[in-house]
């Protein structure tokens, strides 16, 4: 059983319509269910009214399939008490990035910014303490760019949103049972926003009508979206140690460039990635950012790449190369140094264009189609197409050329 990931009445349903034909009444599951369930005791509750355009903030886990590594992921709810309608957005961890970024996709897709919005007191963009309110400056930024007012609850005092606690537990349910699969964080929480939208033809549990209704009054009731998009990152100024490697959050490191060893670079911390930066304001490496308390190191491939193609003598020791395909590495193995220089010089050339990942994919795709080991040249083109257009899309055929080998070949044109 996944974290807390258990099934709905409607959520079961879903599934016997999809997986096995079967259709039911939703009152059917929801009574078999109550009888497998036992009731429980009721709690009491007090009747609060909330204004529309104001929202609360919080907090949920759940697990996860990236890659096909099972990982237990945060996510940001954002609800309207007004309406019931709530949003959310995963993330690695529950930082300020992760929060400013979450609530600026949700402020976008919904065209608007709430009046107000209420926080948990242990969330990363600040707390309460006593009467005092500390923020995060990066947090502080952000409300003062999308012109909201935050308020914080005591602590250990749940009910004081707990339109945010109940939705936590419904969309964890509805959206993430069974347990999400994907690769790419980023487009799936683009289609997790447009997936909350079930909400909007459900009736409301006290006020009878359409819960899309009521979020029509909401929605009416945001601020304008500002003209000037927020960037949601966090900035350092690091010194590198003696690899070009920077240490982020005590025990995360990120590599920048061997050649960079013992200088200050920025670093730019944001929600998903990792962007160090050198003086000129050229991003140097990307990563992919890790939370948690375990000591990881990431290392950079494309920088690794270029600084072996001027010192080809470190191929062998490189760390890069047990991360590479083995076909690749028998080639690279087989060279001597000037040819070895020219195909790394080649290899980084595309992977600077093209990427690494689409580079090492064209390497994969040229290798099973020839017997000989492709020239990077080929492999080049092959990347820079993945990267623009995919696979799927069938190259466009040119003009006829044929007239310039003619010419070329002393005949007539």
Not at 319 to 339: C, F, N, Q, T, W
């Amino acid at each position: 059983m996944f974290y807390k990931q258990r099934h709905t009445a409607r959520r079961v349903r879903e599934r016997l319509a999809e997986e096995h034909g079967f259709v039911c009444g939703r009152t059917t599951i929801q009574e078999y269910l109550r009888e497998k369930r036992g009731k429980k005791k009721a709690r009491e509750s007090l009747d609060l009214v909330w204004l529309s355009g104001y929202a609360q903030a919080d907090f949920g886990e759940a697990d996860c399939f990236i890659a096909g590594e099972q990982i237990r992921m945060h996510y940001l709810v954002l609800t309207f008490p007004h309406s019931n309608i709530g949003y959310c957005q995963l993330y690695f961890g529950e930082s300020a990035e992760c929060v400013c970024q979450g609530l600026k996709d949700i402020f976008t897709f919904i065209g608007g910014v709430p009046l107000v919005i209420v926080f948990d007191n242990g969330t990363g963009i600040g707390r309460k303490l006593k009467d005092t309110v500390y923020e995060t400056e990066l947090f502080k930024r952000f409300r003062m760019h999308y012109r909201f007012e935050a308020r914080f609850t005591n602590t250990a005092a749940g009910w004081e949103k707990g339109s945010a606690e109940r939705k936590v537990a419904l969309l964890r349910t509805e959206l993430m049972v069974p347990a999400p699969a994907f690769t790419d964080i980023v487009a799936y929480n683009e289609k997790l926003l447009a997936r909350c939208s079930f909400q909007l033809t459900e009736l409301h549990y006290a006020k009878g009508c359409r819960q899309g209704d009521l979020f029509g009054t909401d929605i009416d009731a945001l601020s304008a979206l500002p003209a000037k998009e927020f960037n949601a990152v966090r900035y350092e100024y690091l010194t590198a140690d003696g690899y070009g490697h920077v240490t982020v959050d005590v025990h995360h490191l990120y590599s920048a460039s061997p050649d960079m060893a013992r200088r200050e670079l920025a670093v730019g911390i944001g929600a998903h990635t990792i962007d160090i930066i050198d003086t000129t304001g050229e991003i140097i490496a990307s990563h992919r950012r890790v939370f948690g308390k375990k000591r990881t190191e990431s290392v950079d491939p494309v920088t690794q790449i270029r600084l072996l193609a001027r010192r080809p003598g470190g191929w062998k020791n490189t760390r890069l190369r047990a991360e590479m395909p083995p076909g690749i590495v028998e080639h690279l193995d087989s060279l001597e140094k000037d040819a070895l220089r020219r195909d790394l010089a080649t290899l980084y050339e595309s992977c600077e264009r093209s990427g690494y990942e689409a580079t090492m994919r064209a390497l994969e795709i040229l290798s099973e189609e020839h017997e000989r080991f492709p020239d990077f040249f080929s492999v080049s083109v092959l990347a820079a197409r993945i990267f623009d257009m995919g696979l799927e899309i069938e190259p466009v055929s040119g003009a006829d050329l044929s007239c310039y080998d003619a010419f070329m070949a002393g005949g007539d044109v």
